[in-house]
């Protein structure tokens, strides 16, 4: 199964952490592939890309055969029927990245690979694997000597091709042994890599994470704003995509507003928008669901990634909402907008804040994970990460950055003074699309959901004290005073007759 080899760069490859040119005329590999879906043999090729030799293997020989004799023929890339023949084929320490679905295949892959493997060889799982598992991987494979790493890869079968945002945790030992290769392979913003260490056991996947929480938010935001452009100022989706092409150039510069921008813009066959003929129901792979399921466990607000969680499986209930459109009224038809341009201006700072929104929830996740994990993930460093490559690249990334650079212990990014300034330049806006969406009986639950955060977070006092009066009522749960030290509780018979 052997293809051609060609002719190694070893500079790259020295610098990739790698073996020598010696080990390259021997035919021995510097890195394996296991798993040759989409992602899998894009980043094979982008590893040759930059010089390496990479030994392959999926458990669909057809899948090694078809990818020697054609993405990747006339390349250093080898294909191997079973592990323990990749094994041989690699130099020392030897380096497998997993490129597997989550889940069982990847602990069924461990268990194949890991007894031809000798301590000091670094396994790397790129799949979107749960954090909690990746860190009882590492576990395992550090009591028996084997570093194991798990990387967030994130920008889709593009980015691994060309170019993706990478975030690796798991063994620190790890690090020095791979940070040349995934480095080389990674975008690059200003030349700096998008791919650093971000911290122990599932610090890597974590921050993947929380980086497809903010995804979900994002995609979620951007949509109820085109719901918005068609039903509230009402725009034709040509129209909208223009919108969207304007927004690509302003604050609100990033890879998914631009991307809306070709999607409103494309049309079918028939030339009427191809968007119109997408059946409204979206999908969900798991992550954004496991994002808003660990916030909830630790207590952390994270409403925006949760709404976008429920608005697609609301999405999901299109029969009933075929039928409920036939029972449930609405609040009929309102008028055209008279003032498109300054509804959209509304929007727009409705957008922007409520992105704002996703990112701080998102930050204050990470930063309660990582100190109730002990990971230390460099705050000020992962926004620098998810410049390049990945799916929320955006313009706002480097401000994110810039506010943890300059305050690591700032508590919440809304409070970072350039943020602070612009939610407040963007309430108004923000408030008004937010009414005018209600009137028009337009959902926009994760905007709205942005605003309440916003509204809760800045209050001095919200209403929980009725909350804990209420619990102290039914369920003799005691409560604080505002007038005593804190912790101590207080029990009040609250009708006087005392009794349950
Ligand atoms: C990325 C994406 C990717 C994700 C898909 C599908 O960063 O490249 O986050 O990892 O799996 O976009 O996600 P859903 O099916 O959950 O929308």
Redesign the pocket.
């Known amino acids: 199964m052997d293809a051609p080899g060609r002719e190694h760069d070893g500079e790259a490859r020295e610098r990739a952490g790698g073996v020598t040119a010696e080990h390259a005329a021997d035919g021995v590999s510097d890195v394996a592939m296991v798993g040759l879906g989409v992602m899998g043999r894009n980043l094979v090729l982008n590893l040759s890309d930059h010089g390496l030799a990479v030994s392959v293997h999926d458990r669909d020989r057809r899948a090694v055969r078809d990818f020697l004799g054609g993405e990747a023929s006339g390349r250093a890339v080898r294909g191997f029927d079973d592990l323990a023949s990749l094994a041989l084929s690699l130099g020392r320490p030897r380096r497998v990245m997993l490129m597997v679905p989550a889940g069982a295949p990847v602990d069924a892959v461990l268990d194949d690979l890991v007894p031809h493997l000798e301590p000091g060889d670094v396994v790397i799982d790129g799949g ?1 694997s749960h954090y909690a598992d990746t860190a009882r991987r590492a576990r395992e494979l550090r009591e028996r000597g084997l570093l194991f790493v798990g990387a ?5 079968a593009e ?1 691994a091709r060309v170019g ?2 990478i975030m690796p945790g798991g063994d620190p030992a790890a690090w020095p042994l791979v940070a040349g290769m995934l480095q080389d392979i990674a975008a690059r913003v200003d030349g700096q890599p998008c791919c650093d260490w971000v911290g122990e056991g599932g610090a890597g996947h974590y921050v ?1 994470m929380v ?2 929480g903010i ?2 938010a994002d ?1 979620q935001l951007i949509a109820e704003a085109y719901h918005y452009m068609r039903v509230v100022v009402g725009l034709t989706v040509r129209e909208s995509a223009g919108v969207f092409a304007e927004w690509a150039g302003s604050r609100l510069d990033s890879y998914l507003v631009e991307i809306t921008a070709d999607v409103l813009a494309r049309v079918d066959d028939d030339g009427l928008p191809l968007v119109d003929k997408v059946r409204d129901v ?7 669901r496991w994002a808003a399921a660990d916030a909830l466990e630790r207590g952390v607000p994270l409403d925006l990634t949760a709404a976008a969680v429920f608005a697609r499986a609301l999405s999901a209930l299109k029969d009933e909402r075929v039928a409920a459109a036939q029972t449930l009224r609405g609040p009929g038809r309102s008028g055209v907008s008279f003032d498109r341009l300054g509804q959209l201006r509304d929007l727009e700072d409705a957008l922007y804040a409520a992105k704002v929104v996703a990112y701080a929830q998102g930050f204050a996740l990470l930063r309660r994970a990582s100190d109730d994990l002990g990971w230390g993930v460099p705050l000020s460093t992962v926004p620098l990460l998810w410049r390049g490559g ?3 690249r955006s313009r706002i990334l480097g401000d994110v950055a810039a506010a943890y650079a300059e305050d690591p212990e700032l508590p919440d990014l809304m409070t970072a003074p350039r943020f602070a300034r612009e939610l407040a330049g963007c309430q108004a806006g923000w408030r008004r699309t937010l009414t005018r969406a209600i009137a028009a009986g337009v959902p926009m639950p994760a905007t709205s959901a942005a605003l309440a955060h916003y509204d809760g977070y800045r209050s001095e006092r919200l209403p929980a004290n009725l909350i804990e009066a209420q619990r102290d009522y039914f369920g003799a749960h005691g409560y604080e005073r505002v007038d005593a030290p804190r912790g101590e509780r207080f029990r009040t018979d609250w009708t006087g007759r005392g009794g349950t």
Not at 152 to 156: D, E, I, L, N, P
Not at 282 to 288: E, H, L, S
């Open positions: 979107n967030g890869v994130s920008g889709g980015g993706p945002a993947k980086h497809n995804e979900y995609m979206a999908g969900q792979k798991g992550t954004g990945c799916v929320i």
